[in-house]
């Protein structure tokens, strides 16, 4: 009988370290992800939980490298994405969804995995910031704003200058909103901070500061990361310098649709973005391309419009000019030096465009030859049917 309970004990023992053994094997855990040499990707989001509101006013994608360098994409609360059939504003997702939805948009947004999100509200924020002894920024001038409609009302005074702020300064800071830049100009400010709160807050901090660091600002978390993943994060980020730490900004153009002001992301210069950043890869960006623009289908300015829109996108424009004849039936791409150039402007134009080369596009390309640049590395010659909208700056 005794023989008989060992063996059924045995089993047991064996069945559970089988169970254990598959759950830590099928669990994606950062710092085995990281150990493995893959790139571990976090949605960290700054919410206000004021009332039955729930608000996302920070939304940054944490990209931590095998060889520890982070990279933080900022991505602006009013980024027009498409989610359950319907065109919404980023922001929208966690009131949907919570920080699942989130980071499931985003994760489609850039074409990347985010595994994992980090949830910090206004409380907790300032719970780390004084946890780790405050922050030293440079304001830049004064900010002063009220908002009575807020809950608990918002009063911020903050004079310019180099300042050690404590938690409720600096989220004063971040959340400050009289700015001409507006969101942007919030998203400049919230990454001047963090850089602030890894780089000064955290290096002088042993395993054990770190561990109480992390434990003081888990009971104001929401995450689908483990308090060992939490700890994992902490360590990594202990001791980054300047020099590891890149940030940037999901690239957008303003746009109002149905009364409703959004940023639209500027989907070239947003995949270049994430392919330099976070997908290590070299990639061709538009302020690497030369183009020359002619009016071939008669509208009035229509080389000027084309020239504007491409120079918004970060194109370089060489030439604005009328083509030799306003009946071009098609809009043309005119390939002088390398073809994935002129697949670059192709996919930013709104409408399609032939591609094609100079000897494809004789007699016309001995006609406009002579008023093209030197350096140029692609034609673009508006035909008939194309339509410029969106921004044009500078005319």
Request: charged share 20%; aromatic share 6%; proline share 6%.
């Amino acid at each position: 009988m005794r023989k008989q309970i060992l063996i059924a004990v045995g089993a047991v023992v064996v069945v559970i370290g089988i169970v254990l053994g598959w759950y830590f094997l099928t669990q994606r855990h950062l710092g085995h992800m990281l150990a493995q040499g893959k790139r571990t990707n976090i949605l960290v989001l700054g919410v206000d939980h004021a009332g039955q509101n729930r608000r996302s006013d920070t939304m940054i994608l944490m990209s931590i490298a095998p060889d520890k360098h982070v990279v933080l994409v900022s991505l602006p609360r009013d980024l027009r994405v498409k989610f359950d059939g319907k065109f919404h504003k980023l922001n929208a997702t966690y009131a949907y969804g919570g920080g699942d939805l989130a980071r499931r948009v985003v994760s489609a947004l850039l074409g990347v995995e985010v595994p994992f999100y980090v949830e910090l509200d206004y409380t907790g924020f300032e719970h780390l910031i004084d946890a780790v002894g405050g922050v030293t920024i440079t304001v830049d001038k004064l900010m002063v704003y009220n908002d009575n409609r807020a809950t608990p009302p918002l009063h911020i005074d903050i004079k310019p200058g180099r300042q050690k702020m404590d938690g409720k300064t600096a989220l004063d800071y971040v959340r400050f909103r009289n700015d001409p830049a507006g969101d942007l100009g919030r998203i400049n400010r919230q990454q001047k901070l963090i850089r602030a709160l890894i780089t000064e807050g955290m290096p002088d901090k042993n395993v054990k500061t770190i561990h109480t660091l992390v434990q003081t600002v888990y009971p104001y978390l929401h995450t689908d990361l483990s308090l060992i993943d939490l700890y994992d994060l902490a360590r990594i980020l202990h001791g980054i310098g300047p020099n590891r730490i890149t940030m940037a900004t999901v690239p957008t153009t303003p746009v109002t649709i149905a009364k409703v002001d959004y940023l639209d992301p500027q989907v070239v210069e947003m995949e270049a973005l994430v392919a330099r950043l976070l997908k290590g890869l070299n990639v061709l960006t538009p302020d690497q391309v030369k183009v020359a623009v002619f009016n071939g289908n008669g509208k009035l300015m229509m080389a000027t419009a084309v020239g504007n829109y491409l120079r918004a996108r970060g194109f370089v424009i060489t030439r604005v000019a009328n083509a030799e004849s306003f009946g071009y039936p098609r809009t043309y791409i005119v390939t002088l030096t390398d073809a994935k150039k002129s697949a670059l402007v192709a996919a930013v134009l709104p409408q399609p465009a032939e591609i094609v080369t100079p000897d494809k596009f004789s007699p016309h390309y001995a006609a406009l030859k002579g008023l093209v640049p030197a350096g140029t590395d692609v034609i673009v010659v508006a035909g008939k049917g194309l339509t410029i909208g969106g921004p044009t700056p500078n005319g």
